[in-house]
T-cell receptor, first 111, second 115 residues
Framework: SQKIEQNSEALNIQEGKTATLTCNYT??????LQWYRQDPGRGPVFLLL?????KEKRKERLKVTFDTTLKQSLFHITASQPADSATYLC??????????FGKGTRLSVIA | NAGVMQNPRHLVRRRGQEARLRCSPM?????VYWYRQLPEEGLKFMVY????????ESGMPKERFSAEFPKEGPSILRIQQVVRGDSAAYFC?????????????FGSGTQLSVL
């Protein structure tokens, strides 16, 4: 069956360090993969999209990689800040159906 | 340009009542998606609509749930004869086009509590 797995439910890191979140998928061959941020009581907010032929995508302190051989995407936040604390969701489109989301990783950046 | 507007933010219903959740997409967006999120669970796709059409309802329970997106007015997610298991956050999202590279714009959700 098709699965999207974000391997950590929760991740705690020290302020200033780099946070690395993992998204693995099985039985999909997505052309694109997206990352969203969700704060408590709010809807997800789009952060980055990466195409299958892009190895890496950057936006300010964020970096996403996409390895279609490993079926994995890594999401990095460099120089993390307490304001980065949130749940981060990866998502992809499995063919003709709308966006499918992983369960998310709850990141806590400790000052 | 207002974002995706959902109302109400919180809705309390007793078992057996009906719940109506409303969603106004962003201006210029004709594609609407409904997702449900349970505590500690991910977002689960329910239904995808365009104006006056249901495109994909593969995630919608077969009974008691229905959705519409009329020519005029907001999209409505309707849950009849609610049960405790329907308690969840319901999110609406919109996009200007459909496709694998289209990002979704989400509303703040409606938290449904069934007593």
């Amino acid at each position: 069956s098709q699965k999207i797995e974000q391997n950590s439910e929760a991740l705690n890191i020290q302020e200033g360090k780099t946070a690395t979140l993992t998204c693995n998928y099985t039985n999909y061959s997505p052309a694109y993969l997206q990352w969203y941020r969700q704060d408590p009581g709010r809807g997800p907010v789009f952060l980055l999209l990466i195409r299958e032929n892009e190895k890496e995508k950057r936006k300010e302190r964020l970096k996403v990689t996409f390895d279609t051989t490993l079926k994995q995407s890594l999401f990095h936040i460099t120089a993390s800040q307490p304001a980065d604390s949130a749940t981060y969701l990866c998502a992809l489109v499995p063919g003709n159906t709308p966006l499918v989301f992983g369960k998310g990783t709850r990141l806590s950046v400790i000052a | 340009n207002a974002g995706v507007m959902q109302n109400p933010r919180h809705l309390v219903r007793r078992r057996g009542q009906e719940a109506r959740l409303r969603c106004s997409p962003m201006k210029g967006h004709s594609h609407v998606y409904w997702y449900r999120q349970l505590p500690e669970e991910g977002l689960k796709f329910m239904v995808y609509l365009q104006k006056e059409n249901i495109i994909d309802e593969s995630g919608m329970p077969k009974e008691r749930f229905s959705a519409e997106f009329p020519k005029e007015g907001p999209s409505i997610l309707r849950i009849q004869q609610v049960v405790r298991g329907d308690s969840a956050a319901y999110f609406c999202a919109s996009s200007p086009r459909q496709g694998a590279r289209e990002k979704l714009f989400f509303g703040s959700g409606t938290q449904l509590s069934v007593l």
